[in-house]
């Protein structure tokens, strides 16, 4: 399986890749003793004390690429031998000399990914997401698109009247290959109200659950 990685996953594999194993040591404990590891951004500043080699930008990127792997794992719903070995597979056949590998070295490389994608905080929250992702389809985007559309009688020379229309287009991922789909409505005027009303109640129930997650202490693992 050739993983979805774009050029920032890549950056940060390599990152991992040329870290000393002082490094390599310091950043497991700290990713460790950390109980959740939900924004990325926040933990590299938390765990930066811990991890003093390595520069905090660095250490961003890392967690963010090491977040992503998960998150794929996650959806790929395969196990964890397997996409290491998918992992390695990928990152064998990379072009460049900054991606040549012996056989020692990649054999390094593989046990310092086996440790990264083991760490039991990042799994929790590739968990979380995948159960948040859970569904048929995943919605990616929407717009709006207003118009006026004439209406003729018997004679074509001019309208007779018009009608005001709004095509409500929903932009959606389905399957696990996540294809990219879109799919149209035309609503009119009550529509738009009963719309705006189902959204303003999604809204008010959004913030009654995160105030109870809140209340009984429970971080919020997907922001």
């Not at 939900?38 to 765990?47: E, G, H, L, P, Q």
């Not at 990264?116 to 929790?124: G, I, K, S």
């Not at 919605?139 to 118009?147: F, V």
Request: hydrophobic share 40%; with cysteine; glycine share 6%.
């Amino acid at each position: 399986m050739i993983l979805p990685l774009d050029k920032d996953d890549l950056a940060a594999i390599k990152k991992i890749k040329d870290l000393s194993d002082k490094s390599m040591q310091q950043l497991l404990a700290a990713l460790r003793s950390e109980q959740i590891i939900a924004d990325c951004a926040d933990t590299a500043k938390k765990i930066a004390p811990k991890v003093p080699s390595v520069k905090l930008s660095d250490l961003t990127k890392i967690l963010e690429g090491l977040s992503t792997l998960y998150r794929i794992r996650e959806i790929a719903d395969v196990v964890p031998s397997k996409f290491l070995s998918d992992l390695m597979h990928d990152v064998r056949n990379m072009k460049g000399p900054d991606w040549r590998f012996g056989e020692e070295s990649l054999k390094a490389v593989r046990e310092r990914f086996n440790s990264l994608l083991n760490v039991e905080p990042f799994a929790t929250v590739s968990k979380a997401y995948g159960l948040q992702r859970e569904g048929e389809r995943l919605y990616c985007g929407s717009r709006i698109l207003s118009d006026i559309r004439p209406v003729f009688g018997k004679e074509l020379k001019r309208p007779v009247g018009a009608v005001i229309t709004h095509t409500l287009r929903l932009g959606y991922h389905e399957g696990t290959e996540g294809e990219h789909k879109q799919l149209y409505f035309v609503l009119d005027s009550d529509d738009l109200e009963s719309l705006m009303y189902v959204l303003g109640r999604a809204q008010v129930k959004d913030k009654a659950l995160r105030e109870l997650l809140a209340k009984a202490k429970l971080p919020d693992l997907i922001f």
